[in-house]
């Protein structure tokens, strides 16, 4: 699998946590690898992906300066991003039913342990 298709619902998921709340991306990169069961990506991913959903207007920024060191973006979803997120739930409802379709039906096969 290439980079390109594994990464292909980061924007859903970088969404999905910011409708929950602002975050940056250093944020955004941990609760990622936290909340979701064998995700593989890195920082570089999440920074080019924010870039590309600004690009869109589907997330804006402020700049936070409250802390010790450089300034911080903290990035919010748009109303364009909600209308992405929601997409993304139609889109992955459909793929959803037919992964569910070939898992059910891989399980009724009765194939032969020699032959995986």
């Given at each position: 699998?290439?980079?390109?298709?594994?990464?292909?619902?980061?924007?859903?998921?970088?969404?999905?946590?910011?409708?929950?709340?602002?975050?940056?991306?250093?944020?955004?990169?941990?609760?990622?690898?936290?909340?979701?069961?064998?995700?593989?990506?890195?920082?570089?991913?999440?920074?080019?992906?924010?870039?590309?959903?600004?690009?869109?207007?589907?997330?804006i920024f402020s700049w936070d300066t409250s802390h010790a060191g450089?300034?911080?973006k903290i990035y919010s979803i748009t109303p364009i991003g909600y209308?992405?997120?929601?997409?993304?739930?139609?889109?992955?409802?459909?793929?959803?039913?037919?992964?569910?379709?070939?898992?059910?039906?891989?399980?009724?096969?009765?194939?032969?342990?020699?032959?995986?």
């Amino acid at each position: 699998m290439n980079k390109t298709q594994q990464h292909r619902h980061l924007p859903a998921f970088i969404l999905l946590q910011l409708a929950q709340h602002s975050a940056h991306g250093g944020a955004l990169y941990n609760a990622l690898i936290q909340d979701i069961p064998d995700f593989q990506c890195d920082t570089a991913a999440i920074y080019r992906t924010l870039k590309q959903l600004e690009k869109e207007d589907a997330v804006i920024f402020s700049w936070d300066t409250s802390h010790a060191g450089p300034a911080r973006k903290i990035y919010s979803i748009t109303p364009i991003g909600y209308k992405q997120l929601a997409f993304w739930k139609s889109d992955m409802e459909q793929r959803s039913k037919r992964l569910h379709y070939f898992l059910n039906t891989y399980e009724t096969l009765k194939l032969d342990k020699t032959e995986l």
